[in-house]
């Protein structure tokens, strides 16, 4: 029995991907089912493959790599964020498009309602649905676009400008401007030491572009912070807003 729409939403709330796949046919509906995700929860690692694809709803997951180093302390190097997806977003999506291992992790940041599917089931149903396998090809050329972006940015930014974008992917991810993230979580992701994040950080609640509370940034001035990231990464966005407009 196909599900309807609205079974897949949570209040009110839906997955962007899984309304396109709808779009095409509504027998999606019968291989996603309702999962909820908890922040650092390890969806998968790199180099297996996932059972499940998940399609966040309300939880916001980043997706993560290391070079495998060892830090002076012995330690492993953390992992880094490549790409934080949320509503709008598949999480494992390569996965539906071929068998191989995946060459990334994925970590809730930030716990919350998702759908999922099984990916052997899903990845046999785009073989006999062009239509659904072009949404997923084109969605994961997003997504690998937006990943390769955030890594030249991570190289060639400003750090302020890096934090800056930081915050907007995640609100962008999460759909809200009240992000549950803290000093330490922003270090590990973005590989920026975490002295320059408290005094950067600072310097924007001085700014008023954010107001900081305990375990949780509000962003007050989102176009400021759009103004500062765009003015050294104009392509910043733009492959989403081209991918919308496509479908």
């Not at 493959?49 to 830090?71: D, K, L, M, N």
Request: with cysteine; glycine share 8%.
């Amino acid at each position: 029995m196909v599900k309807q729409r609205e079974t897949l939403k949570v209040g009110g709330k839906s997955n962007t991907i899984v309304d396109l796949l709808m779009k095409q046919t509504v027998q999606w509906g019968d291989f996603f089912e309702r999962a909820s995700l908890k922040a650092g929860q390890e969806l998968f690692s790199a180099g297996r493959r996932t059972q499940f694809v998940y399609a966040p709803i309300e939880a916001v997951v980043s997706i993560t790599a290391s070079t495998g180093g060892v830090q002076s302390n012995g330690k492993p190097q953390p992992n880094v964020t490549l790409n934080m997806l949320g509503s709008g977003d598949l999480v494992g999506v390569s996965q539906l498009l071929g068998d191989a291992t995946l060459p990334y992790g994925a970590i809730c940041d930030m716990g919350g309602a998702a759908l999922r599917c099984s990916t052997q089931a899903a990845r046999r149903f785009l073989d006999e649905h062009e239509s659904s396998r072009h949404v997923v090809q084109a969605y994961a050329n997003l997504q690998a676009a937006e990943s390769w972006q955030w890594l030249v940015a991570s190289v060639q930014l400003p750090v302020p400008s890096r934090i800056a974008a930081y915050l907007l992917l995640s609100a962008t991810a999460a759909g809200t401007d009240a992000l549950p993230v803290t000093h330490r979580m922003m270090a590990s992701r973005t590989a920026i030491r975490r002295p320059s994040i408290t005094e950067i950080l600072q310097t924007f609640v001085n700014d008023g572009l954010i107001k900081q509370l305990d375990g949780r940034i509000d962003i007050l001035d989102e176009q400021r912070l759009k103004d500062m990231v765009h003015e050294v990464w104009p392509l910043f966005g733009t492959h989403r807003q081209a991918f919308l407009a496509a479908w």
